[in-house]
């Protein structure tokens, strides 16, 4: 029962265009949903969050989007380098204390000189 | 400042013995966290300490793992009795307490059962 999803296993985009990672969910009592990058090797490394009362939260290059009512989220990332090359996983984390967080399979990013 | 440090980095063991994995969190921080990822998925939540509450051991898959963490600090996950289907890399993390949103990841230690 995979209640974070990342359907697509990977993303191949050209320097410079937008990359768009997509991320689904089925349990609408998650209160947070975080986007983690990892290089081969090392442990990943947080790179943007979202509350659920908020649509959209950007940082730089990286902004999230949060569609709750199709419990579906997404990381552009505009213009991509080929530095962003990585796995990018989605996390969700439910309500209270205890933050341990739920995640997707990753998807691997491609960036293209 | 130092982030959270793993050892071993990589571990290769027989079937039926036992293994330690180290994980030594950032000074402060109060949250520490096991996932491991197997290959081909997600990371997958294992246990969880915070302070000096009892520890959420909910995602322990069956009982031949356990981990402890001394002194509010470095923690240890033990598997004894490996199997091959323990091989993945295990994950630590930290954060400055519970109810808070970002945590910091360690290197990981692939651990392999052969």
């Known amino acids: 029962d995979q209640q974070v999803k990342q359907n697509s296993p990977s993303l191949s985009v050209q320097e410079g265009r937008i990359s768009i990672l997509n991320c689904d969910y089925t349990n609408s009592m998650f209160d947070y949903f975080l986007w983690y990058k990892k290089y081969p090797a090392e442990g990943p490394t947080f790179l943007i969050s979202i509350s659920s009362i908020k649509d959209k939260n950007e940082d730089g290059r990286f902004t999230v989007f949060l569609n709750k009512s199709a419990k579906h989220l997404s990381l552009h990332i505009v213009p991509s380098q080929p530095g962003d090359s990585a796995v990018y996983f989605c996390a969700a984390r439910p309500p209270g204390a205890n933050s341990k967080l739920t995640f997707g399979k990753g998807i691997t990013l491609s960036v293209r000189p | 400042g130092a982030g959270v440090s793993q050892s071993p980095s990589n571990k290769v063991t027989e079937k039926g013995k036992d293994v330690e994995l180290r994980c030594d969190p950032i000074?402060?921080?109060?949250?520490l966290y096991w996932y491991r990822q197997s290959l081909g998925q997600g990371l997958e939540f294992l246990i969880y300490?915070?302070?000096?509450?009892?520890?959420?051991k909910s995602g322990l898959p069956s009982d031949r793992f356990s981990a402890e963490r001394t002194g509010g600090s470095v923690s240890t996950l033990t598997i004894q009795r490996t199997q091959q289907e323990d091989s993945a890399v295990y994950l630590c993390a930290s954060s400055l307490a519970s109810l808070v949103i970002e945590q910091y990841f360690g290197p990981g230690t692939r651990l392999t059962v052969t």
């Open positions: 000074s402060g921080h109060t949250a």
């Open positions: 300490f915070q302070g000096n509450s009892a520890p959420d």
